[in-house]
């Protein structure tokens, strides 16, 4: 069974650095492929990053490209995204989800998703 549990959402600002985790209390974690999508206020659920079971191969969205970083450690079950140069359009609710099918870029891909932590990014 995958529970998947986030933190480290937050308010800062602008031009600052938040980190995000995922803890899954399951027993599949390293079996599975993880990804972060979010969802700003208004609009609809978007993909952030995406990361394979082994953590080589990853993926990211071009408006995060070159300021977030997504990695994962198995032997701990979580995923995590470092999030640096953060700005005001970031702000969202952001969610990890997994799935047992490699590099999915739409929610619809995912069968397992956390509850989502909010981060606030003041101008």
């Known amino acids: 069974q995958v529970q998947l549990v986030e933190s480290g959402g937050g308010l800062v600002q602008a031009g600052g650095s938040l980190g995000l985790s995922c803890v899954d209390s399951?027993?599949?974690?390293?079996?599975?492929?993880m990804a972060w999508f979010r969802q700003p206020p208004g609009k609809e659920r978007e993909l952030v990053a995406v990361i394979s079971w082994s953590g080589v191969d990853t993926y990211y969205t071009r408006s995060v490209n070159g300021r977030f970083t997504i990695s994962r450690d198995n032997d701990k079950n979580t995923l995590y995204l470092q999030m640096n140069s953060l700005k005001p359009e970031d702000t969202a609710v952001y969610y990890c989800?997994?799935?047992?099918?490699?590099?999915?870029?739409?929610?619809?891909?995912?069968?397992?998703w956390g509850q989502g932590t909010r981060v606030t990014v003041s101008s």
């Open positions: 989800a997994a799935d047992r099918k490699w590099n999915g870029r739409v929610p619809n891909d995912y069968d397992y």
């Open positions: 399951g027993r599949t974690f390293s079996t599975l492929h």
